[in-house]
């Protein structure tokens, strides 16, 4: 039990310590209110006035009020409904239908039918009618211009999650696009933005449901001199999906809403435990398309070196062992090895609330070495300049409060203390202004942050007091952060407008955890 969890303004305290529950471990945090709930609840119906509350009829898990909810206890699809273990299928590609130097396309999102369990067909949402989407290939320098078609119930948008574009082509919340409209994102892919990225809908209110009904793609952004460019390249672009026994895809539960929503099928270009071949040396990218899934990697039985990050190369190529992955992040890794594989996610612990089941190690794919091509991989992959010396700073706090607000129970996933408001410009910066921001996880549970329209460089991470330099340079638009954790970074925007700051758990990020930086 740490002190925080005392000092925060959890409403419920005079019911906690009415019901004897004073003292909780955050973990245990949501069984205990729901305890104290039905305590007071009893002693209502027993005619005693506990504080004022008016809690008939409220729900007896903190959940966000207004916000579509599944019924607890939702019947879920065995994991071993959906066959597993076929040869790993490459992501379809979006045609460009430009000449060298652009890259021109058209996207829908619209309602699409698969069968993705034998005997049932599951209504997914999909770009393209293909859920993941489709892979779009792009070279720096590229004008990218993509006529994009909202075939979707409701408003939507494309966001290209970690491209420098600017902000009116962002899609973020402030441009939506209408049921049955178009329109065209146009950006130009600058020199020295070669990296891994992905697209998927942001707009106001919708964006979970959007996601979690299969709406997301990878897009890649390819250097004419890439030192890696001879190693053939494999993509595992990878999701969650949750399906009910009937085999649809269901609402959010408050669980869900609270640790953000993981599926009970964890699936890699759309497919479960497939196997993947690697002859030789073979260049991965992974990307973690999970709404709030945490992917630890492993790989049982080869090597793996990190070469990249969510904005492409490292300096140096980096032996690892595992990788955090945490939602929407990305990696480039260089995999060797021999005989029979495993790529695994390893449990990791990011402190649910709730009665979260225990987490477990998860085979996400069988992988066959077989002999190939060895490659001896460049000393070198680039450099990467330091921003250099601040000329401003930014403190971003990210916190979880609960409250009875109308008589409901509720949770709120807070930045620097408020919920995120679409007309509200929660801070400044200025255009080629080299910023460091301090990013502070005041709160029981990880969460990632992301910022839009720029790329990052990682500081120092600051865990339980202690200041550690990050050991090596690399670009990012999303980076983890522990309970308690504050990690410092550096940053330049090259454009001016709104752009997002919010935690990856999409969950969190639509109730609140997000806020607007104004560039000028
Ligand atoms: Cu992946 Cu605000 O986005
Ligand atoms: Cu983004
Ligand atoms: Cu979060």
Not at 499 to 517: F, N, P, S
Request: charged content about 20%.
């Amino acid at each position: 039990m740490e002190q925080r969890y005392l000092e925060r303004r959890y409403f419920l305290s005079a019911t906690l310590a009415a019901a004897g529950l004073a003292v909780f471990a955050p973990r245990a945090l949501a069984a205990a209110m729901d305890a104290a709930m039905d305590a007071a609840m009893d002693d209502e119906h027993a005619g005693h006035d506990m504080s004022g509350h008016d809690m008939g009829g409220a729900a007896a898990k903190p959940a966000a009020a207004g916000l579509p909810t599944a019924p607890d206890g939702l019947a879920l699809l065995p994991v071993s409904a959906w066959p597993a273990g076929a040869a790993l299928r490459a992501l379809p590609l979006l045609t460009n239908t430009a000449a060298a130097g652009s890259f021109a396309a058209t996207l829908g999102a619209a309602p699409a039918r698969p069968a993705l369990v034998q005997g049932k067909v599951t209504e997914v949402w999909a770009y393209n009618g293909t859920s993941p989407g489709p892979l779009i290939e792009a070279r720096e320098g590229d004008t990218v211009e993509i006529r994009f078609r909202n075939g979707l119930p409701q408003p939507t948008t494309v966001h290209w999650h970690g491209l420098p574009v600017p902000a009116d082509q962002d899609g973020g919340p402030h441009t939506p696009v209408a049921p049955g409209a178009e329109r065209i994102y146009r950006f130009v892919l600058p020199k020295g933005c070669a990296g891994t990225y992905w697209y998927h809908p942001h707009p106001h209110d919708h964006t979970p449901e959007q996601i979690f009904r299969g709406l997301a793609g990878a897009f890649i952004v390819r250097a004419a001199d890439d030192p890696l460019a001879g190693i053939p390249e494999q993509h595992l672009f990878i999701s969650d999906l949750k399906l009910a026994a009937d085999a649809s895809i269901p609402l959010n539960g408050a669980d869900d809403w609270m640790d953000g929503r993981e599926g009970q099928f964890v699936l890699i270009n759309g497919q479960r435990e497939p196997r993947i071949s690697v002859a030789g040396t073979q260049r991965w990218r992974i990307w973690n398309a999970c709404s709030a899934r945490y992917l630890r990697i492993s790989l049982a039985g080869g090597h793996m070196h990190q070469v990249g990050t969510d904005g492409g190369l490292l300096e140096a190529p980096l032996a690892i062992d595992e990788l955090l992955l945490a939602p929407a992040e990305r990696a480039e890794l260089i995999v060797s090895g021999t005989g029979e594989g495993k790529l695994m996610a390893l449990r990791y612990d990011r402190q649910k609330m709730g009665a979260a089941p225990a987490e477990a190690d998860r085979l996400l794919a069988s992988v066959s070495f077989t002999a190939g091509k060895a490659v001896a991989l460049p000393k070198s992959l680039r450099r990467i300049a330091d921003l250099g010396k601040p000329q401003a700073s930014k403190r971003v706090v990210f916190s979880e409060t609960m409250s009875m607000a109308g008589g409901k129970h509720q949770m709120a996933f807070l930045i620097n203390g408020k919920a995120f408001d679409m007309h509200r410009a929660d801070w400044q910066s200025r255009r080629g202004e080299v910023e460091l921001w301090e990013l502070v996880n005041d709160s029981h549970m990880d969460h990632p942050c992301h910022l839009h329209g720029t790329q990052f460089q990682v500081v120092e991470r600051v865990r339980g007091g202690k200041a550690v330099r990050e050991p090596f340079r690399a670009w990012r638009d999303t980076v983890n952060l522990r309970p308690g954790e504050t990690v410092r970074v550096k940053l330049r925007f090259a454009h001016a407008g709104l752009y997002m700051a919010h935690c990856h758990v999409i969950e969190h990020e639509a109730q609140g955890m997000m806020a607007l930086v104004k560039v000028v």
